[in-house]
């Protein structure tokens, strides 16, 4: 599983993470875990989370400009095959 970059975008934004969970509507213990990468949010909370920062859903994966691993999965586990960079320039 990929870290999100919460904190990052958190010291880019001057912002913390007890007003970040404020914010998103979650407990600061339960949004220092996944800051910290303890824990991964679910689905709604991403989207919250992005939308507090005032980001895309994906930048909170990846740095913009970075590529992405692409991967196939084969009986078990994972092969990469690849890299995609999903910037729109």
Same mark, same amino acid.
């Given at each position: 599983?990929? @870290?999100?970059? =919460?904190?990052?975008? &958190?010291?880019?934004? /001057?912002?913390? *993470?007890? %007003? &970040?969970?404020?914010?998103? +509507?979650?407990?600061?213990?339960?949004?220092?875990?996944?800051?910290? *990468?303890?824990?991964?949010?679910?689905?709604?909370? #991403?989207?919250?989370?992005?939308?507090?920062? @005032?980001?895309?859903?994906?930048? #909170?994966?990846?740095?913009? +400009?970075?590529? %992405?691993? &692409?991967?196939?999965?084969? *009986?078990?586990?994972? =092969?990469?095959? +690849?890299?995609?960079?999903? /910037?729109?320039?």
């Amino acid at each position: 599983m990929e @870290d999100l970059r =919460i904190r990052e975008l &958190l010291k880019e934004k /001057n912002m913390t *993470g007890k %007003q &970040l969970a404020k914010e998103v +509507g979650v407990s600061a213990v339960s949004m220092s875990n996944v800051v910290s *990468g303890n824990s991964f949010p679910r689905p709604e909370v #991403l989207r919250k989370i992005a939308k507090a920062l @005032d980001v895309e859903l994906r930048d #909170l994966f990846t740095p913009e +400009g970075e590529a %992405q691993a &692409l991967y196939i999965k084969k *009986g078990e586990s994972y =092969i990469k095959i +690849g890299e995609i960079n999903l /910037n729109n320039d």
